[in-house]
């Protein structure tokens, strides 16, 4: 068996934490990711079929019987997983419909993935459906995306039009928006039920009052979506009390779409 502390996809995970952390935006346990990992790239580095402990998951997903993730624990602080992955961390086996998560390495305190664990893998359902590549979903609390659900409409077009207009690039990197959840309460099965069906049709999907969801194909362009939008907010936090004198039009969005072979979501540009 090979050193998993050493595999690429842990030394990712515990990187993204890292930068995740180091950009302020899982303030103590704020924040969890989970990363989808086929079960051939698990063998390489441990037996699936000794699991550790099980864990009931509380809901219902067959669509992800036999699905192996690496996921962030409840509690646990982003800035310590790069010192104790084995307790910040685990590896989980989904069965049983996804009633029941097999723990196959981690959570060594006695621990359990993250209390948004149903939003988790409820969005990789929904996402795995628009994108067979997906393998990443990613939470945090990022200020400036946070501040601006107190002060602009909560209008799914409206929020996307400001963020794109808030840098060039940002009708390239989510072409496709970002959706908006009202305020729900967390670590429930149905906030998770609404943040899967907002991911049918963004990999964007904000919580009012208390951060963003966002997903990938891994690690690095879901952190860079999230990255990309956090910085469209500071922009718009920074100038929403100035009056705006000048824009992005939709005449010049409409020339990045061509630039970039991307198109904006339907109805979202006159
Ligand atoms: P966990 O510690 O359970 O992952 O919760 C953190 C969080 O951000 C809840 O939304
Ligand atoms: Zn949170």
Not at 158 to 181: A, K, S
Not at 240 to 269: C, K, S, W
Request: aromatic letters at 8%; proline letters at 4%; glycine letters at 8%.
């Amino acid at each position: 068996m090979k050193d998993l502390l050493k595999a690429p996809f842990m030394v990712e995970m515990i990187r993204t934490v890292t930068n995740m952390y180091d950009h302020g935006w899982d303030e103590r346990n704020g924040g969890n990711v989970s990363l989808m990992l086929s079960e051939a790239e698990v063998r390489e580095y441990l037996n699936p079929d000794h699991p550790v402990r099980t864990i009931p998951t509380g809901f219902s997903a067959p669509e992800l019987d036999g699905a192996c993730f690496l996921v962030t624990g409840t509690g646990k602080y982003f800035k310590n997983v790069q010192y104790a992955p084995e307790i910040n961390l685990g590896i989980v086996r989904l069965r049983d419909q996804g009633t029941q998560a097999d723990l196959l390495w981690g959570f060594e305190d006695g621990g359990r993935f993250t209390s948004e664990f149903p939003a988790h893998m409820m969005s990789h359902v929904a996402r795995l459906k628009a994108d067979p590549e997906n393998r990443v979903v990613m939470h945090c609390h990022p200020a400036n995306l946070l501040a601006m659900t107190y002060v602009h409409s909560l209008d799914e077009r409206e929020f996307t039009r400001t963020l794109w207009q808030m840098c060039t690039e940002c009708i390239v990197v989510f072409p496709d928006g970002v959706n908006v959840l009202p305020w729900m309460l967390c670590g429930t099965n149905e906030i998770g039920e609404a943040t899967a069906d907002k991911m049918k049709t963004a990999r964007l999907v904000v919580w009012s009052q208390h951060g963003i969801y966002g997903a990938g194909k891994d690690l690095d362009e879901t952190f860079g979506l999230i990255e990309t939008a956090e910085k469209a907010a500071e922009i718009y936090m920074k100038i929403a009390h100035l009056p705006r004198v000048n824009t992005i039009t939709d005449e010049e969005m409409h020339l990045l779409e061509q630039r970039f072979g991307v198109r904006a979501r339907e109805g979202y540009l006159s």
